[in-house]
Nanobody, 130 residues
């Protein structure tokens, strides 16, 4: 399964970016999708996820209130709108397709855990300058 994250770039603190995740329709539509990020020297962190249906969402405390995840099933896309960006948001951002347990985790409000996601795309770099 091929996923591709895009939309990263260099932005000043306080700015916005919208990331896109594109992949095969049956997988994107039928599974939970998670967004993760990895800062230099740090572990990959789950920051947001969306359920396979009814669009339930979760966010980590570090991005809650600033980031919004959404789906466009007609175009096989999942978005991550990132507003009020901070230098601490700098990192490589990845999208991933979740297992059945990932979907359950979204529905109980738990931010994504790496082990529940089994198909990963290439990341996109986000750099926020102060």
């Amino acid at each position: 399964v091929q996923l591709q994250a895009s939309g990263g770039g260099l932005v000043q603190a306080g700015g916005s970016l919208r990331l896109s995740c594109q992949g095969p329709g049956p997988f994107l539509k039928g599974r939970a999708i998670g967004w993760f990020r990895q800062a230099p020297g740090k572990e990959r962190e789950g920051i947001s996820s969306i359920s396979s249906s009814d669009n339930k969402t979760t966010y980590s405390n570090s991005v809650k209130g600033r980031f919004t995840i959404s789906r466009d099933n007609d175009n096989n896309l999942v978005y991550l709108q990132m507003n009020n960006l901070e230098p601490e948001d700098t990192g490589v951002y990845y999208c991933a397709i979740g297992s059945v347990s990932a979907d359950y985790s979204v529905r109980i409000g738990a931010p994504p855990e790496r082990l529940e996601y089994d198909h990963w795309g290439r990341g996109t770099q986000v750099t926020v300058s102060s």
